[in-house]
């Protein structure tokens, strides 16, 4: 009798020590770098009943990445960037966005950096330039506002997107910066 339970016991802590496999509410896939490496056991190589299904890339599902490409609004401890329409935007007429920079105390805007905006190509846009610059800005303590002037040329969606350089600065120190921003505008 007492053979059986110690049996039993034995069985019990195998079973125990064993991983759980993934239920339904716990789903588990494997890295990517698991799933390009994973290669099907040759027949020749190990037995049937030990060796574990290939994982086939295609059952991976794809990692998701953030659309970057669209950040309109950037808000960081020192500052809040963002890119904004300023008024319409009809199909063959000017058109603006806006781009506005606040700084958040202690520091303040640097009325001395050459702000500038690098646009991107956008089929449908037309740009006076590829970059817009300090010329485009207005200053405050605490604000730098910068004019994006466009125009489209054919309807529909189009996107205004670059890179935005600026400084803000303490009484002790300035910091230079650049962040992508991006808008979608809709031409009528």
């Known amino acids: 009798m007492t053979r059986r339970p110690l049996l039993l016991i034995g069985l019990v802590l195998a079973a125990c020590s064993k991983e759980r496999p993934a239920t ?8 990517a770098a698991i799933a390009q490496n994973a290669v099907a056991p040759s027949p020749s190589s190990a037995p049937a009943a030990a060796a574990e299904p290939a994982i086939a890339p295609a059952s991976v599902p794809a ?8 950040v309109a609004t950037v808000s960081e401890a020192n500052f809040e960037l963002r ?6 935007c009809d199909v063959a ?24 905006f690098k646009l991107k190509d956008e089929a449908g846009l037309k740009f006076a330039a590829a970059v817009v610059g300090k010329d485009a800005v207005a200053l405050e303590k605490m604000r730098a506002t910068m004019s994006v002037p466009f125009t489209a040329e054919t309807a529909g969606a189009h996107t205004v997107a670059g890179q935005f350089s600026f400084s803000l600065c ?10 992508d921003l991006a808008l979608r505008v809709e031409a009528k």
């Open 24 to 31: 339904a509410e716990e789903p588990r896939a494997p890295t």
């Open 93 to 116: 007429k000017p058109a603006q966005v806006e781009i506005v920079l606040d700084a958040k105390a202690p520091f303040h805007v640097n009325d001395k950096y050459p702000y500038k």
């Open 63 to 70: 990692p998701v990445a953030p659309d970057t490409a669209l």
């Open 170 to 179: 303490t009484d002790d120190k300035c910091l230079i910066e650049k962040r």
């Open 83 to 88: 890119i904004q329409p300023k008024g319409p």
